[in-house]
């Protein structure tokens, strides 16, 4: 923790830079003429698709049965095809990772587990049985909020009675608020040996800090300007060392990894903002 407080130094020394983008709030609500959704922004950045043309019906404004959603698939081929106790609706991931609040109605006529999670694999969201419904129309509202983007929506029915998702469940109402795009990290290479810290979308000519956790989990920075940050680090935490971000917030830098260091992992910390990467694995 001692190790920890340089990062609280570091901070001390570098004025906060605000990010001057703005929240943004999509909705859909597969109004008539129902193809149009497949103009617009859940359409264009995610899987998602029509359950009838998966079946091989190829005319988007078939919407069936259901006057007011989507039967929704996770395919967006004709006759991409349907079935099995699971299906996932996937976000772009440029998209999914400014995703802060992701709401929808889902109307369920089979048992399943909701499951919502973020960029790093972390759930944010999980329902082990949905609230059924009997009207289309009605569907029950679910929420998931998150500081690392949402990744994936997986609807799965196998400890539910295992029976077929697509066609037997609808989404409506679909609402997202989006920020600026997340601050991400990879960690490529070989391990013991050389490996590449690269990021993306960090705010740019400012300082980034490179902490290495032993574990996944939960540390509160200590002290200084990012006093009560959360990392998603735990155990033996501390700085690395601090980069510059780049003209444009993109860049990478190569370090040499020891045995130690082998199957732990990284987070990046904009320094002045206080905001945080996903957590990523030293292969």
């Not at 004025?15 to 859940?42: I, K």
């Not at 983007?149 to 037997?168: F, H, K, L, P, W």
């Not at 980034?208 to 990392?231: E, H, K, Y």
């Amino acid at each position: 923790m001692r190790k920890l407080a340089l990062l609280a130094s570091a901070a001390c020394c570098v004025a906060a830079l605000a990010n001057s983008a703005s929240a943004q709030t999509y909705n859909e609500n597969f109004d008539d003429p129902f193809g149009d959704w497949t103009t617009r922004w859940f359409y264009q950045n995610t899987n998602a698709g029509n359950y009838y043309v998966a079946s091989g019906d190829c005319n988007e404004n078939n919407r069936g049965n259901n006057p007011c959603g989507l039967w929704i698939t996770d395919t967006q081929t004709c006759g991409g095809g349907n079935g099995g106790p699971t299906s996932t609706i996937s976000f772009d991931p440029s998209f999914g990772a400014s995703i802060t609040s992701f709401a929808f109605d889902l109307s369920a006529y089979v048992d399943q587990r909701l499951t919502v999670y973020d960029m790093s694999g972390n759930i944010v969201l999980d329902v082990p049985s949905v609230t059924r419904t009997s009207n289309v129309c009605a569907g029950f509202r679910y929420t998931a909020t998150s500081n690392n983007g949402i990744s994936r929506i997986v609807m799965d029915s196998t400890n539910n009675g295992g029976s077929q998702i697509e066609g037997n469940t609808a989404w409506d109402n679909i609402e997202v608020i989006a920020g600026p795009p997340s601050l991400s990290l990879s960690v490529t290479g070989t391990c013991p040996g050389t490996v590449t810290v690269a990021w993306n979308n960090a705010t740019p000519n400012t300082q980034l800090a490179i902490v290495f956790g032993q574990n996944q989990g939960s540390t509160i920075i200590p002290g200084g300007p990012c006093a009560g940050t959360q990392l998603g680090l735990q155990n033996g935490v501390q700085l690395i060392r601090t980069v510059g971000s780049g003209a444009n917030g993109n860049g990478s830098v190569n370090g040499a990894a020891g045995t130690a260091a082998c199957g732990h992992f990284l987070q990046l910390v904009e320094v002045g903002s206080c905001d945080t990467s996903n957590v990523d694995q030293i292969p």
